[in-house]
């Protein structure tokens, strides 16, 4: 069976430091993989998805970052964050050349900014 | 793309079956329409999906009429459990264009 992986779970850091996030699945090959983020109450925002290694296709511009180093592995990054990249971090994976958009999500990471 | 509408929040009572209603005016020929159902502090959990006319599952119907303007997610004979918030997206078949309803809240209540 597939599952995803998001860590850490929760995380407080300050205005201008860097960031990292990661997401990895075990159970599936080739997936195609999606970040979103989520503020407080409000809906999903994609950010970035890949449907391959190195291949990233971002949504909103703004100061974050994906990589996939690996077929399961899918990171985000900034280098300094803003107090509005504060949310909730979702990576999702679904079955590639699919048009059924079943995408499986992760725990997810709670991020704070200060 | 297709601009998306749903109700903020609906209430009702166990045992009644719910109808959640997403507008998607603009939607094109080639997207398909899916219903995500999420609970606090989880990711998002897929429920249905479909392309026209009617689409059941041990959970839920989706009933999309000829023009696909709209779609309707039915929860037959609900439970306090199905208290979630519940996401309509519109997602292109070709190009991984996905819009993303605001979510409608749900509430059931005893």
């Known amino acids: 069976s597939q599952t995803i992986h998001q860590w850490p779970a929760t995380l407080v850091q300050p205005v201008g430091s860097p960031l990292s996030l990661e997401c990895t699945v075990e159970g599936t090959s080739n997936p195609n993989l999606y970040w979103y983020r989520q503020a407080a109450g409000r809906g999903l925002q994609l950010l970035f998805y890949s449907v391959g290694i190195g291949q990233i296709s971002s949504e909103v511009p703004q100061n974050l970052s994906a990589s996939r180093p690996q077929d399961r592995q899918f990171i985000l990054s900034s280098k300094k964050l803003l107090l509005s990249d504060s949310g909730f971090y979702l990576c999702?994976?679904?079955?590639?050349?699919?048009?059924?958009?079943?995408?499986?999500f992760g725990p997810g990471t709670r991020l704070t900014v200060t | 793309l297709a601009k998306i509408t749903q109700p903020i929040s609906m209430d009702s009572y166990e045992g009644q079956e719910v109808n959640i209603t997403c507008s998607h005016n603009?939607?094109?020929?080639?997207?398909?329409i899916t219903w995500y159902q999420q609970f606090p502090s989880q990711g998002p959990r897929f429920i249905i999906q479909g392309y026209k006319t009617k689409v059941t599952n041990e959970v839920a119907s989706l009933f999309i009429p000829a023009d696909r303007k709209s779609s309707t997610l039915s929860l037959p004979r609900v439970s306090l459990s199905d208290t979630a918030v519940y996401y309509c997206?519109?997602?292109?078949?070709?190009?991984?264009?996905?819009?993303w309803g605001a979510g409608t809240k749900l509430i059931i209540k005893p």
């Open positions: 997206l519109v997602a292109s078949g070709s190009n991984y264009q996905l819009i």
């Open positions: 603009n939607i094109a020929t080639n997207d398909y």
């Open positions: 999702a994976w679904e079955r590639a050349g699919t048009t059924v958009y079943e995408q499986y």
